[in-house]
């Protein structure tokens, strides 16, 4: 079965240092990747995806996620954590060529608090 | 673009009652999906149309709830008779399939957060 994990329910870090929001995922074929945040009472915002290419993908607000195929997984990463970095992270998943190509599953979902 | 647009932003109703959730997609979009968020199940997938044809409404949780998409721009969840335990938010997402293969990003709404008495 087609899934993603997030397997932390929040994440704590203090502002300045570098934060990772793990993501790991179990597909069959070649997975098409995204992270979301979704501020409180806001809808989603996309953040990053992988499709093919670089494993190092950069997206909005400084942050990053390295995709790993052997390890299947897609880590989100900063550098340097913000206060307004505050928010519910999401990992999904796209499978190419499935007959559910416009499918996203998505994952449970990563609080990450940023404390100053 | 003004993004993807949900009306109601709120709606609070008595269960038994119809309930009407629309959304309005992203110009040039041709792919919608509606999802149902909570904090027991997340974030649920319910169904999806591309080019205003449901493709997959395998995450619908019942015969209560139906969906239409009568054009490009346009885009109805229906509950009829609601139940408490539809009290969600439920978000509207957008995005561009080429080629047959979604391959760009989703696209969402504020959504609507429904509340069921």
């Known amino acids: 079965a087609q899934s993603v994990a997030q397997p932390e329910d929040q994440v704590n870090v203090a502002e300045g240092n570098p934060l990772t929001v793990k993501c790991t995922y179990s597909?069959?074929?070649?997975?098409?990747l995204f992270w979301y945040v979704q501020y409180p009472n806001r809808g989603l915002q996309f953040l990053l995806k992988?499709?093919?290419?670089?494993?190092l993908v950069k997206g909005s607000y400084g942050f990053e996620a390295e995709f790993n195929k052997s390890q299947t997984s897609f880590h989100l990463k900063k550098p340097s954590a913000l206060v307004s970095d505050s928010a519910l992270y999401f990992c999904?998943?796209?499978?190419?060529?499935?007959?559910?190509?416009?499918?996203?599953?998505f994952g449970q979902g990563t609080t990450l608090q940023v404390k100053p | 673009d003004a993004g993807v647009i949900q009306s109601p932003r709120h709606e609070v109703t008595e269960m038994g009652q119809e309930v009407t959730l629309r959304c309005k997609p992203i110009?040039?979009?041709?792919?919608l999906f509606w999802y149902r968020q909570t904090m027991m199940r997340g974030l649920e997938l319910l169904i999806y149309?591309?080019?205003?044809?449901?493709?997959?409404d395998s995450g619908m949780p019942e015969d209560r709830f139906s969906a239409k998409m009568p054009n490009a721009s346009f885009s109805t969840l229906k509950i009829q008779p609601s139940e408490p335990r539809d009290s969600a938010v439920y978000f509207c997402?957008?995005?561009?399939?080429?080629?047959?293969?979604?391959?760009?990003?989703?696209?969402f709404g504020p959504g609507t957060r429904l509340t069921v008495l």
């Open positions: 997402a957008s995005s561009f399939t080429y080629a047959g293969t979604l391959r760009g990003e989703q696209f």
């Open positions: 597909v069959s074929g070649n997975p098409y």
């Open positions: 992988y499709i093919t290419g670089d494993n």
């Open positions: 999904a998943v796209r499978v190419y060529g499935s007959s559910n190509t416009g499918k996203l599953i």
């Open positions: 110009s040039g979009h041709n792919s």
């Open positions: 149309f591309n080019n205003n044809v449901p493709i997959d």
